[in-house]
């Protein structure tokens, strides 16, 4: 672990320098997409802006990138080789102490590799930055660790659970408010001792990842109760995330990324993960927030 520095610019340039040389270390070939996508990613936590742009004296509307996901996914399609991408990414609604609308992420995919791949990766990044150790949790064994909640995919299971040990909760409220309102509260618990890799998420959660058991193959690391990493072994059927994207726009006018369907049927398999590299600078130094990152959004 690191104090904070004095000249935070000059430290920033290193810290990218750093993650860039150990991607290319690896054989990682670094990539550029554009910023501004025909197709938003329709993640239902994320919220994308729109862009309106006049082309040829017509009026068209873009997106700007949320993550390089989607345009990184159609460049293996047709350059099948390890990559990555450190880039400013653009989020509406989100602003505090962790949050800001824009900021900087790295995003990489790793070909014929799973989640657990990148984890043995991410764990290599972080001993260049004083990590020695970590720790692998279940997500249900959190649960019961931390919150003394036993986790469930049947939401009147998980009622009735809550009910037992004593929480309370507006019979309005269905399963997806539920685990969000307790997640919040682990979230504070985890990766003090440690970096704390969360796994097995249930199969709900999958987002865009392989489902096996009931559970996700994918995970979420935290470094002094803050969120850093959000990787996963990909899913390849066409027909699934299909059918996984509809369920994330409903009641949302966004368009669907026929694009991306068509091309992950020709990827081989593969994994990926996102960090973001302002939340993980401030964790290695121990900054408090955000607002004291002179390069960042500020209102």
């Not at 000249?7 to 501004?36: C, M, Q």
């Not at 994308?48 to 990184?72: C, Q, Y």
């Not at 900021?103 to 764990?123: C, G, K, P, Q």
């Not at 970590?134 to 659970?161: C, H, Q, R």
Request: proline share 4%; aromatic share 14%; charged share 30%.
């Amino acid at each position: 672990m690191h104090k904070k520095p004095e000249n935070l610019l000059i430290t920033w340039a290193d810290f990218i320098d750093t993650i860039r040389n150990f991607f290319k270390s690896k054989g990682y070939l670094e990539v550029t997409t554009p910023i501004l996508q025909i197709y938003p990613n329709v993640d239902p936590n994320v919220e994308p802006l729109k862009v309106k742009l006049n082309l040829g004296g017509r009026d068209r509307i873009f997106w700007l990138h949320t993550s390089p996901e989607h345009a990184m996914k159609k460049m293996l399609a047709s350059f099948p080789i390890n990559m990555f991408q450190i880039t400013k990414v653009f989020r509406d609604k989100e602003y505090g102490r962790l949050h800001r609308p824009e900021f900087t992420m790295l995003e990489w995919y790793r070909l014929e590799a799973n989640y657990e791949n990148l984890i043995e990766e991410i764990v290599e990044l972080l001993k260049l930055f004083g990590f020695e150790s970590y720790e692998v949790l279940e997500l249900e064994k959190a649960f019961e660790k931390y919150l003394g909640v036993v986790l469930s995919e049947d939401e009147e299971i998980l009622k009735n659970n809550l009910v037992s040990y004593g929480y309370e909760f507006d019979d309005k409220e269905d399963w997806d408010s539920l685990f969000y309102r307790l997640y919040i509260d682990l979230e504070k618990h985890l990766g003090f001792d440690k970096p704390t890799f969360l796994v097995k998420f249930p199969s709900k959660l999958g987002v865009y990842s392989v489902l096996k058991d009931g559970y996700a193959e994918r995970f979420e690391l935290y470094i002094k109760g803050v969120e850093i990493a959000n990787g996963w072994t990909e899913e390849r059927d066409p027909n699934e995330i299909r059918k996984r994207m509809e369920s994330n726009l409903r009641d949302r006018e966004l368009p669907l990324d026929e694009e991306l369907l068509k091309a992950l049927a020709s990827i081989t398999s593969f994994s990926g993960c996102s960090i973001g590299l302002e939340r993980l600078f401030i964790v290695v130094y121990n900054i408090q927030t955000l607002d004291d990152l002179p390069w960042i959004f500020q209102i």
